[in-house]
């Protein structure tokens, strides 16, 4: 589409503003008024009709500060024109880019906004799921606001409903687990993983489309981000969408209370590091009345083997699952003789969906210590893990 050309003899393309998968933007100029506009124009093809027809469907019935709205939209030459409200300002992506992290001030502030329009689209008569919430769609204003852009895969979602699988539309990084595994079905909490992996590349500067794919702990990659913005990240990227915040005002009162969740979670620390020091105490003092002369040697043994079941299991109460299984590895390593850390460790597993490991865990259990096959705690995994995926 060349530049100056004229639609509805009333719009004039001045330049193009971006593309994508979905379509191309132009900024255009109103010429009775001269007021401008953002022209979205999309190929009308077979493959991408569901997909342009819900976005008009969706955004043209909206109404929120933070969503542009639509001024009118036709059709032409086999193409889409949607003449929507211009957003000036510079995406959240183009900031990144340039500066890498965000200060959790902003983060916060920004994360609040966009969250507030999740609440709006989720609570809907029927809830719309956004689906494709990342910083390329997220614009940050000359005043400080956000807008979202781009509602080409968003969809309307009712209990039971599985939305559109198409692969080729979600972007790699951003979108949810859920929506590539068929045992899930995609939901509102598609749009808080997203947020979660938003915040995270926020914060560290960390782009989740670029290698090593995966989610370090926030304060490992900026010790600086509070306990509080960490655990929220944490919670929002869990890969098992149970996991999750249920909803985004569950999410919200985290937003809006940080400061005092950032205390809760100190004092939780707190209380846990003074639990472990009192249980290496009495583990200690039990060691010192059992053995005696060369048991110092056994009695370091199972400190460090405990201590490393109290770490997994501090780290598992925080959500922190990778340093979770690190540390439950740690502890077979320290006491290979003892099966407790292969137990909660298939339940770790399990509890996160990774079927193989679990199985493999067990498996690894029962071999070395044939009594385990008359223990609850190993029957029940056990039982759980035929359920859910068959032996």
Not at 296 to 316: F, G, N, P, W
Request: net charge neutral.
């Amino acid at each position: 589409m060349p530049e100056s050309h004229i639609l509805l003899e009333r719009y004039r393309l001045e330049r193009l503003l971006g593309k994508g998968g979905m379509g191309r933007v132009y900024l255009a100029e109103d010429i009775y008024d001269h007021s401008f506009w953002a022209v979205k124009i999309e190929d009308l093809h077979e493959k991408n009709l569901e997909f342009v027809r819900s976005e008009i469907n969706i955004q043209a019935g909206l109404d929120h500060p933070a969503l542009p709205k639509i001024r009118q939209y036709f059709e032409s030459d086999g193409r889409l024109y949607i003449v929507m409200e211009f957003v000036e300002g510079q995406t959240l992506e183009d900031i990144l880019n340039r500066n890498g992290i965000i200060s959790e001030q902003d983060t916060i502030k920004w994360l609040r906004q966009i969250n507030d329009v999740l609440i709006y689209l989720h609570g809907r008569s029927t809830p719309i799921v956004y689906r494709d919430l990342k910083p390329s769609n997220i614009m940050i204003q000359p005043t400080g606001n956000i807008k979202i852009i781009d509602f080409g895969i968003a969809q309307e979602y009712s209990k039971g409903k599985k939305l559109s699988r198409n692969k080729m539309a979600l972007t790699r990084g951003y979108a949810a687990p859920e929506q590539y595994d068929n045992r899930y079905c995609a939901d509102v909490r598609t749009d808080i993983y997203a947020l979660g992996v938003t915040a995270h590349y926020m914060l560290t500067g960390k782009n989740p489309n670029k290698p090593p794919y995966y989610f370090r702990p926030v304060r490992k990659l900026n010790p600086k981000v509070s306990y509080a913005a960490e655990y929220i990240v944490r919670k929002c990227i869990q890969p098992n969408p149970d996991r999750r915040y249920a909803g985004a005002l569950e999410l919200q009162k985290d937003l809006e209370q940080i400061r005092i969740l950032e205390i809760n979670l100190k004092k939780k620390r707190n209380r846990r590091k003074a639990g472990v020091c009192i249980l290496l105490a009495g583990i200690l003092c039990l060691a010192s009345l059992v053995f005696v002369g060369i048991r110092k040697q056994r009695a370091e043994v199972i400190e460090r083997y405990y201590t490393c079941l109290e770490d997994a299991r501090s780290y598992m109460s925080e959500n922190a699952y990778d340093e979770a299984v690190q540390k439950y590895k740690e502890a077979i390593n320290i006491q290979p003789e003892a099966w407790e850390a292969y137990i909660e460790l298939a339940a770790l597993y399990l509890e996160e969906g990774d079927q193989e490991k679990c199985r493999q865990c067990l498996k690894t259990a029962s071999d070395k210590f044939p009594e385990l096959f008359e223990d609850e705690r190993f029957i029940e995994i056990t039982e759980e893990l035929y359920e859910l995926y068959g032996m």
